[in-house]
């Protein structure tokens, strides 16, 4: 048995930095605490590892139930937030560490200057995202425009969007993606959309690069091994769409959060192995899974 840890996995630019500008704040203020609004990452183990630096995670509730933070940091994640957080913060006084990743900042920019564009040559037009309804990107997304946006998860609620007249063939259609998701789902959507509206439909290239290219890199991984090791949290969205991108190519992949997951049965001795996970997923906790492999067969 061989056992391969995918190189271009592990936590993507946005992710590490965030991870980091928390861990310098934690080593250069020992003894603070550091608020991180919604989970930094959607991976349970580093999570955990954080917490027991002082990193301390709150949702929006929290803050809406403070009365006052001040000499307190909040980390605005990777994902990005509404307009709204930001005056919450401000309003709690509250210093804020800024982490929102460049990709989703060009993002939320260019949706806020479509939107413009559409009010002032069409006020009927529209903004269509494509992404996962209640993600933490998309809420960040939507938020820049008040949630004047359509958002589509999939082709079959594309589908149902047109078939309820929610699009208007004849009015403005400009067309984002978050910036995690599938670009040959996206392609998809897009087509059927320019095949419904024609000439009024404007698309924006805006999945992150570094995504694209590991979904390209992932399948010939996936490919090249008998049996796969999808390491990610399950509440990761990148980490779902990446898993069932092995999957579509590989049946022996296997959707797993730890080393503690792994199965001696699903192996045999002359099987390759490739363990890979998502942009959430932290290249120590692969590199777990690959000795716990190697473990159970030595």
């Known amino acids: 048995m061989t056992v391969e840890i995918d190189p271009h996995s592990g936590f993507c630019g946005g992710v590490i930095r965030a991870i980091d500008s928390a861990e310098h704040f934690l080593a250069d203020h020992p ?3 550091l608020y ?3 989970a930094i990452v959607h991976n349970e183990a580093e999570l955990a590892r954080l917490s027991e630096r002082g990193l301390i995670r709150i949702d929006s509730e929290d803050l809406d139930e403070m009365v006052s933070a001040e000499g307190e940091t909040l980390l605005i994640r990777a994902h990005g937030e509404p307009p709204q957080t930001y005056a919450k913060a401000d309003r709690l006084h509250f210093s804020v560490i800024d982490c929102t990743c460049p990709v989703v900042l060009r993002l939320q920019r260019s949706i806020s200057e479509a939107y413009e564009r559409i009010r002032r040559e069409d006020p009927s037009g529209q903004i269509l995202l494509f992404g996962k309804v209640g993600h933490a990107e998309v809420l960040g997304l939507v938020g820049q425009v008040n949630g004047d946006v359509l958002v589509v998860e999939n082709m079959e609620m594309l589908e149902s969007v047109i078939a309820d007249g929610w699009i208007c063939p004849g009015s403005l259609l400009e067309v984002f993606s978050q910036t995690t998701k599938n670009p040959d789902e996206y392609a998809a959507i897009c087509r059927r959309l320019i095949e419904y509206a024609g000439d009024n439909v404007t698309v924006h290239n805006t999945i992150c690069a570094q995504v694209a290219e590991r ?10 091994h008998d049996v796969i090791l999808f390491v990610a949290g399950k509440e990761s969205s990148n980490g779902n769409v990446l898993c069932q991108l092995c999957q579509s190519v590989n049946i022996r992949t296997y959707h797993i959060q730890s080393a503690a997951d792994v199965r001696a ?6 099987d390759k192995v490739g363990v890979c996970g998502a942009t959430s997923t932290p290249k120590w906790l692969l590199e777990q899974v690959a000795s716990r492999v190697l473990d159970l067969h030595v």
């Not at 979904?215 to 090249?224: D, E, W």
């Open 31 to 33: 003894g603070s605490r």
């Open 36 to 38: 991180s609004l919604g």
């Open 215 to 224: 979904h390209r890199r992932l399948s010939s991984f996936a490919i090249s």
């Open 265 to 270: 049965d699903w192996f045999s001795e002359e």
